[in-house]
């Protein structure tokens, strides 16, 4: 499954990135590819291509604040959490993600 994210704090410093890694290694451990695009202090940083997107089975928002962008993922399965879930409990989110994509398959 491939999968693309966006990670945002309020402070947009430490959790922002540790969400972005913690999410990016739940992936790759239950076997998916995820790309986290990140946007903080310093702006955006590992920017989603277009390409990326539109191959994503789902976008997980892992945010706290409003980001720049959102319409891209417009006709999307979109799953958005506050910050701390993907910081705290980033392998059942992912979990959730392959649920919501297999539920809507299923249908």
Same mark, same amino acid.
């Given at each position: 499954m491939k999968?693309?994210?966006? &990670? !945002?704090?309020?402070? @947009?410093?430490?959790?922002?990135?540790?969400?972005?890694?913690?999410?990016?290694? &739940? !992936?790759?451990?239950? @076997?998916?590819?995820?790309?986290?695009?990140t946007q903080g202090t310093i702006g955006i940083e590992n920017a989603l291509t277009d390409e990326q997107i539109a191959a994503a089975d789902v976008v997980i928002l892992a945010v706290d604040v409003k980001i720049n962008g959102r319409k891209r993922f417009e006709g999307k399965r979109v799953i958005q959490v506050p910050i701390e879930i993907a910081v705290k409990s980033p392998r059942k989110l992912i979990e959730k993600a392959v649920e919501v994509v297999e539920k809507q398959l299923s249908a």
């Amino acid at each position: 499954m491939k999968i693309v994210g966006v &990670a !945002a704090c309020t402070v @947009g410093i430490a959790h922002t990135y540790i969400a972005q890694e913690k999410l990016e290694n &739940a !992936a790759k451990k239950a @076997g998916h590819e995820m790309h986290v695009e990140t946007q903080g202090t310093i702006g955006i940083e590992n920017a989603l291509t277009d390409e990326q997107i539109a191959a994503a089975d789902v976008v997980i928002l892992a945010v706290d604040v409003k980001i720049n962008g959102r319409k891209r993922f417009e006709g999307k399965r979109v799953i958005q959490v506050p910050i701390e879930i993907a910081v705290k409990s980033p392998r059942k989110l992912i979990e959730k993600a392959v649920e919501v994509v297999e539920k809507q398959l299923s249908a």
